[in-house]
């Protein structure tokens, strides 16, 4: 009998979920508004939270706020799905134009 090949939740994700530089504790602990745009980028030493690596890159909007984690609303193909996500995986896409905003005045 042969054995099958596993297929565990970590599995052909060694491109995507390379190493990188460590979170600060503040940026494990920001929050983010109802429908705020936020891209998905998982940070692989933070492990609740964490969504399937398929959506590693993916933007949504997040819709609620469920203890301390957000639901994020996301297209995958046709069909919407919404996705349970910790802060330590999201990444803000509005930061860039606030900052801007700040600089300015």
């Known amino acids: 009998m042969a054995n ?10 060694r491109r ?10 503040s940026q494990l602990v920001r ?13 692989p030493s ?12 993916v933007s949504g909007k997040v819709s609620a706020k469920r203890g301390k984690v957000y639901e994020v609303a996301v297209k995958d193909r046709k069909a919407s799905r ?10 803000s896409m509005t930061l860039g134009a606030k900052e801007e905003k700040s600089e300015a005045s």
């Open 46 to 57: 933070h492990h609740s939270g964490m969504p399937a690596a398929k959506f590693h890159g």
């Open 4 to 13: 099958k090949k596993a297929r565990g939740k970590r599995s052909n994700t």
């Open 31 to 43: 929050t983010f508004e109802e429908n705020e745009s936020v891209q998905i980028r998982i940070d």
């Open 82 to 91: 919404t996705l349970v996500v910790h802060a330590a995986h999201m990444k």
């Open 16 to 25: 995507k979920l390379k190493g990188g530089k460590r979170q600060s504790v």
